[in-house]
């Protein structure tokens, strides 16, 4: 197992998450030799099949740039991830690859997941290793989580998908890893009702969208952009029927080939992409 220790430290407060300090971006760290793993939960899924190529690339679409990132589950894995084997969060995309690089798994792509608050704690659900480390919220309040309808992604095996907060508690799909968070950008193939075409708040955005059972897209953008065009950008143009809003202003990427977006920004939940050499737990 990956030498990765995932244990409960979550608040439980309702609150909107407040932005973070962005951190000067260290140098990638340098590659090590492999670790003998420690005891620990690792929460990756997938199945053994070996991916070729990068799965990341540049897009273009109303006049925005963004990185993203198709991830076919079939070929690589995907974990959520929180806390260190210290008991800490990693804090950083950076930390966190350089921890996972210690261990000999460096990630092929990471992207901060839901939505947290202060102490990097999840807003809402935490599912990983197909144990859940923190409850859906299902409260009211301020901020984009609570726009609702929110949502839950979710991936188990070589399957993935995402559901409106109260269907995924109404009937649980087997879920290895799930993060929640708001608001949902898609359902089934329709905007959220609360979206104009393109509202005057222009933010730097990351989501998840699924393509189909065994695609997950990744998507950032490298510029400004409303809610409107960035749903469009899951829908029209990435061919997701659903995606999920993951965050604003604290959005962050880590990718190859100079596709990296704000990795230095704080953390809390980490999505990471990982091929077919990484262990299951």
């Not at 990956?2 to 971006?25: H, M």
């Not at 260290?26 to 690792?42: D, K, M, R, Y």
């Not at 189909?212 to 997701?240: K, N, P, Q, W, Y």
Request: hydrophobic fraction near 40%; include cysteine; glycine fraction near 12%.
């Amino acid at each position: 197992m990956l030498a990765l220790l995932l244990t409960a430290a979550c608040g439980t407060a309702v609150s909107t998450p407040r932005p973070a300090a962005e951190v000067a971006e260290p140098a990638p760290p340098a590659a090590t030799a492999p670790l003998a793993p420690a005891p620990g939960s690792s929460s990756f899924t997938g199945p053994d099949s070996r991916a070729s190529g990068q799965p990341c690339r540049a897009v273009s679409f109303e006049a925005a740039d963004y990185t993203v990132c198709e991830i076919d589950l079939r070929r690589y894995r995907v974990g959520l991830f929180w806390l260190g084997p210290d008991g800490r969060p990693y804090g950083t995309l950076y930390a966190f690859r350089r921890a996972m690089a210690a261990a000999g798994y460096p990630p092929v792509v990471s992207m901060n997941a839901g939505m947290y608050h202060e102490d990097l704690s999840p807003v809402g659900l935490f599912v990983s290793g197909g144990r859940q480390l923190n409850p859906a919220n299902e409260g009211d309040g301020d901020g984009n989580f609570f726009m609702k309808p929110n949502g839950v992604f979710y991936a188990d095996g070589d399957r993935a998908g995402i559901l409106e907060t109260e269907a995924y508690l109404r009937q649980p799909p087997a879920a290895g890893i799930a993060t929640q968070s708001g608001p949902l950008l898609v359902m089934d193939g329709a905007l959220h009702p609360l979206f104009s075409d393109d509202g005057p708040s222009r933010k730097i955005r990351n989501g998840i969208g699924v393509r189909d059972d065994h695609t997950v897209v990744f998507a950032i953008s490298r510029d400004g952009v409303s809610f409107g065009s960035f749903a469009r950008l899951f829908r029209d143009a990435l061919g997701c029927r659903n995606a999920l809003y993951l965050d604003g202003s604290i959005s962050a990427l880590s990718a190859p080939d100079g596709l990296s977006v704000g990795w230095g920004i704080r953390v809390g939940p980490i999505l990471a992409v990982f091929d077919r050499t990484a262990p299951v737990s």
